[in-house]
């Protein structure tokens, strides 16, 4: 289908391409193991965020916590915000973001563009100034809504019933899913959806392992696991270096011609190493990844060209994913 | 041959502020006994006193998550590379902010 009522309408039915020259080499004779890229930079806003940001609103609008006019509210500075605002902007909401003032030109270009309200934290006050923040608009706004995507169930639904169908409808013969984890919703969701009809299929997460900037936490207790996380939904989970991610980022644009945010290129690196073992193993494997967005927003971080290490040095300390 | 261990910044306390250390073992409860023994405290900052693995702590062999692999159990091997990390979400700052909204 090509025509929609409304931009809303067009979110998700991203097409599934093969990778035939990133795809490993298998010996004569041996079952194929081949590579597929969902292009979820097809969405509306450019990225992946667009399935659960409708998803939450939607499900904010049903249960009457959010009504027409309302404000929401969300700190974050990534794809989620954009997507909202998006969201917000057609469905008649104002949407306020929190974030620090050091985040790329092009996010609160796009942030701005789409009508979202930004609240800066300064920079030099880190986290915890940023929550200090946070807390206080939260005071002083109780009406305002927050949804909350680390432990929203809408999120991971919005895969359970759109993502994860159209994967098994473009690639009946699918035995490996590959996605990143932030929030855990994508592979939450997509995952539940592929065990229950998909006999052995194996969930693989990728996970961005960053500088040591982002680890500043002051004590273990003070780190966080997304309360839509279950482990048990995951077969695997590889935790992959800013190196690596950029190394896969550029093959993709380079081999294959998809030009792709680094958290793709993560997901790629892990994807790979689970084709490697199928080719190892002699077994038939089609490994279908997640594209979570396209390059474009960052372009400006200058990680796309020089060395890997000049690329590695310009991404310390920054969530690339 | 040893196995070589990543420590975060948080944890560095315990090993007089090197980064990486090594141990030895089969397993990686093995590995921790033995790093214990020489950085006195790090594995209980790793384990709960019901023996298992922190939540808010993961371990990677060879950059996979060991919590997959076995967990205290996972078999390791000489030239192994292990990653200790905190638990953090992506998009740290916005679950941050978020979870504080929430009184998480």
Known sequence: MARYESLLDACGGTPLVGLPRLSPTVPEGAPPVRLWAKLEDRNPTGSIKDRPALYMVRDAEESGRLRPGDTILEPTSGNTGIALAMVAKLRGYRLVCVMPENVSSERIQLLRMYGAEIIFSPAAGGSNQAVAVAKQISAEHPDWVMLFQYGNAANARAHYETTGPELLHDLPTITHFVAGLGTTGTLMGTGRYLREKVEDIQIVAAEPRYGELVYGLRNIDEGYVPELYDATVLNRRFSVSTRDAVLRTRQLVEVEGIFAGFSSGAILHAALAVAHEAVKAGKRADVAFVICDGGWKYLSTGAYGGTLTDAEEALEGQLWA | ?104
């Open chain 2, 1 to 104: 041959m040893a196995i070589e261990v990543r420590v975060p910044t948080i944890l560095r306390s315990y090993t007089g502020g090197s980064k990486i250390v090594e141990g030895a073992g089969d397993t990686l409860s093995g590995l921790l006994d033995d790093l214990d023994a020489k950085h006195s405290g790090l594995k209980g900052r790793l384990i709960t006193p019901e023996g298992g693995l922190h939540r808010f702590v993961n371990i990677y062999v060879n950059d996979e998550d060991v919590r997959f692999l076995g967990a205290l159990d996972a078999k390791l091997n000489d030239g192994d590379s292990i990653t200790i990390l905190p638990a953090v979400a992506g998009g740290a700052l916005g679950f941050a902010a978020a979870a504080a909204f929430f009184g998480r």
